[in-house]
């Protein structure tokens, strides 16, 4: 066993020393020793509960045979973080869990590791570790929240999150009280779990279960019911297989299986930042994964599941109706069946005990919501590396828009022009310097966003940045444009009053400016200035390429 160097031999008698002080028995020095990498914390409503659910992880292991050890990530809640400093920490984060699970597996020589993740950065964090150590893994996570129900004048309606943050855009154009916000803002997030739509940690944990290295059930089933528990449990007993069979992310994480991750999130029209992730998680695994392979995924998956923030349902309901297994069952023609699972089965057979149960949920190939992916990406001089837009939640008379740029060099001046009625119809808002190296950190841009659905004028508005945006981002808002302004990206010579077109059918980003004008302005920019330069930030923006690439750190 990998353990080994940790606890055989008459030389590791100072390290069994230090295992007895632990609380293990003599008994151990035969049994694999699992790692079990639990993201709990107390400021984050997705992980609050994550101890119970690492306590059934260890059982499982124990039951099996095997000897548990847990040990923690740190995870920042995006909806705390949002729209103040603190969401620069956000993305960068993703690369210190990474970094801090190969140190302490590598440290303590575990023979196979149980993730426990849940929110936005957390999940591709580990998953970027788990195909850097390539040892025999699986995950189990937290679980959704369930929506919350908030009951005004007499009629009651589903909440969540995002219809807070829209909630304050409706304050600011009087369509709301402040003492219905502050009904609201009571009962949008009900209890523990990831945030309830289809938003970037929900996604994402739809995702690996979809690239067969979670059980299923563990991008859906809410983290309030006992199946999550359970499911916990046998994630436990499920590594044990795992590991006396081999299995490594290797064979699991391979372009087959991004593709189907992909395809899953084109028919679900999940989180823009699953672009970011998968491109960093296939980085890791040493899988070319050009962005324009997108676009032609997307063109052969319908749009067949429509959850919040972009429809009525939230993860509750696609529980219900079946789950992820149920989603990947009716696109089964279309996905890579042979990829391999945590199961030791392929996906094609995994999928084939499951059946879509409501099909106002799960649509059908035949009567899909739309007949390509919800994700699209954009190309043109405007975006030359590419920009992402959640096209599902895009509304129709956007999907083609022409409009005079409002540019701003900061999340925060944006939204000081959007409270005060600074934007008009027709127009393009423009972020710039919140990309990875400009921000530093690339803020999720989800304040501004909803301001604009909240006053009702994501249908006449678009947005563009080289920042991104949360997963409950709705509205023709284009995300992690590429070469970003710090970059020196086109974006960055952007002036009040360009004309700006976006043709999400055609993939197109560019704005009306002549190959000459464009160059003139390039050679006119002054020096890029760095925000930070000291602290974890300051060595990120050093080493942070393109969000083309994932956001990942050079090489």
């Known amino acids: 066993m990998r353990s080994d160097v940790v606890k055989k031999g008459v030389e590791r008698a100072p390290h069994r020393s230090l295992l007895y002080a632990v609380g293990c028995s003599a008994s151990d020095w035969n049994k694999p020793f699992i790692g079990v990498m639990n993201s709990f914390t107390e400021v984050v409503p997705g992980h609050i509960h994550l101890q119970s659910l690492a306590q059934a992880v260890k059982e499982g292991i124990r039951d099996c045979g095997g000897v548990p050890f847990e040990f923690n990530a740190i995870a920042v809640c995006d909806g705390i973080a949002m729209n103040h400093p603190g969401m620069k920490y956000s993305l960068p984060s993703r690369e210190l869990i990474a970094d801090s699970v190969e140190i302490m597996v590598q440290a303590h020589a575990f023979d196979a590791v149980v993730f426990i993740p849940n929110c936005d950065k957390v999940v591709p964090g580990m998953l970027m570790a788990a195909a850097r150590l390539n040892l025999p893994c699986i995950f189990v996570s937290g679980g959704p929240m369930m929506a919350g129900k908030l009951t005004l004048h007499g009629e009651t309606s589903v909440v969540d999150l995002n219809s807070v943050f829209m909630g304050v855009g409706k304050l600011a154009k009087g369509d709301m009280t402040e003492a219905e916000l502050v009904e609201l803002e009571k009962v949008a997030c009900p209890g523990c779990g990831s ?119 939230h993860m509750e309901d696609l529980d219900q109706a079946g789950g992820i297994m149920a989603v990947m069952r009716e696109i089964s023609g279309l996905l890579k069946t042979g990829a391999r699972s945590v199961l030791g089965k392929s996906m094609g057979e995994v999928i084939e005990e499951y059946d879509v149960r409501d099909r106002d949920v799960i649509r059908s190939l035949a009567n899909p919501h739309a007949a390509t992916g919800g994700i699209s990406m954009l190309f043109g001089n405007l975006a030359p590396d590419g920009g992402v837009v959640k096209s599902a939640a895009v509304a129709p008379g956007m999907m083609v828009h022409r409009g005079a740029a409002k540019v701003f060099d900061s999340e925060e001046d944006a939204t000081a022009a959007i409270m005060s009625g600074g934007i008009k119809g027709g127009d393009v808002v423009v972020i710039r310097y919140e990309g990875p190296k400009g921000g530093p950190g690339m803020r999720e841009m989800l304040t501004p966003t909803s301001l604009l659905s909240g006053m009702g004028m994501d249908k006449e508005v678009a947005l563009i940045t080289d920042g991104r945006f949360s997963g409950a981002t709705r509205g023709a808002a284009i995300g992690h444009v590429s070469p970003e302004a710090a970059e020196r990206g086109p974006i960055a010579i952007l002036k009040a009053g360009d004309v700006i077109r976006i043709d999400i059918p055609d993939h197109k980003l560019e704005v009306e400016l002549s190959r000459e004008e464009i160059e003139q302005r390039m050679a006119a920019l002054p020096p890029f200035e760095p925000r930070i330069k000291t602290g974890y930030l300051g060595r990120y923006a050093d080493r942070v390429t393109s969000a083309s690439r994932g956001a990942v750190f050079a090489d």
């Open 195 to 313: 945030c309830s739509g289809m938003f970037t940690a929900n996604t994402m944990n739809c995702l690996t279960e979809a690239m067969g290295l979670a059980l299923p059930g563990n991008g859906t089933i809410p983290a309030v019911q006992a199946r999550r528990t359970q499911l916990a449990y046998k994630a436990g007993q499920q590594v044990m297989d795992v590991l006396s069979k081999r299995i490594l992310p290797e064979d699991i994480i391979t372009r087959d299986s991004i593709y189907n991750a992909f395809a899953v999130d084109m028919a679900l029209g999940g989180s823009t930042n699953s672009v970011l992730h998968l491109t960093a998680i296939a980085h890791e695994a040493g899988i070319d994964f050009p962005l324009s392979w997108i676009n032609e995924i997307s063109q052969k998956i319908p749009h067949i599941c429509k959850l919040s923030p972009a429809g009525e349902y």
